[in-house]
Structures are given as C-alpha cells and as structure tokens.
C-alpha cells in the first residue's frame, strides 16, 4: 500500500459534526475515493475509536476500506513512542496517536491532524505534530490537506 495520508480520527469526527454527510456530499465522496483508491488510510485503532462512537462512522470507515491493520514495523515503531513517551497515553486517552504516527511513518505517509504543534509540559497532553516530529513524520491541517489535494467547496 502507498498511501499518501494517515487520516487521526478526530478529523473524521469534526467532519462527521460541521460537515454532514448529507449536506457536504462532495467532501465525503471525495474522502471516499481517497480511501478507496489507497490514497489515504485510517488505523485500525483510530477506527477503534470511531466505534467507540454513538454514530455511524465507523462503519463509514470499514466501508471505503480505509482501514489500515497494524503491521509488526508499526508496532515496531510504536514501540519506540511509548519508550519515548510513556505518559503520553493513558487509557484510551491518545491511544490511536501513537499508531497514526508509527503508520505514516512506515508507509512514508503524511499525518492529518487537527492538533497544532505546542509545547507540553506533561506528557499526557503532547499532541501528534510534536510527537510526529521527533520521528520525522510530515503532519498537516485538514486545510492543508485539502490544498495539496486541490479540494475546493
């Protein structure tokens, strides 16, 4: 798979609240054929969290085939996140960012995140792009996405 992007959760969430699916039919038929195409991919653990969800979303998510299943290389790079960074998730509380990260990272892909860059001083509050730094992992706004895609609404 040569996906291009590894999609956090949380911005399918804003979307599915500020963009409905059925008001906003062209975003969402064009993250659809991202998806589809192998464009772009959501971890099965950020999934996770959209099934945690009172909503349809995950089930949105399983059927573009977007999801991406773990490989022991993301492990592998998970890994050395919690090692760096063993506060960081706690819970379900940021359990899928590690794997955003360690997924965009194997595939060479970029993250999308709504999270911005900003120093923590506790651990549990580090947000993808500092992180994703540190492991030289390229993140981006769901503007800048849709700018590098050409997307316009």
Request: net charge negative; hydrophobic share 40%; charged share 25%.
């Amino acid at each position: 798979m040569s996906a291009g992007y590894v999609i956090d959760s949380s911005v399918l969430i804003t979307f599915k609240r500020n963009q409905p699916r059925d008001i906003y039919r062209t975003l969402w038929k064009r993250l659809e054929s991202l998806f589809r195409d192998g464009d772009a991919v959501v971890p099965r653990e950020a999934l996770d969290e959209l099934d945690r969800g009172t909503d349809d979303l995950g089930d949105w998510v399983k059927k573009t085939d977007a999801v991406y299943e773990t490989t022991a290389d993301v492990l592998t790079v998970v890994a050395d996140i919690s090692r760096r960074h063993p506060g960081w998730v706690r819970g379900t509380q940021n359990a899928a960012d590690p794997f955003i990260i360690a997924t965009a990272k194997v595939l060479g892909a970029v993250a999308v995140s709504n999270e911005t860059h900003r120093p923590a001083t506790v651990e549990a509050n580090l947000k993808i792009p500092q992180v994703a730094s540190e492991f030289g992992v390229m993140t981006m706004s769901t503007n800048d996405f849709f700018r590098e895609l050409g997307w316009q609404f």
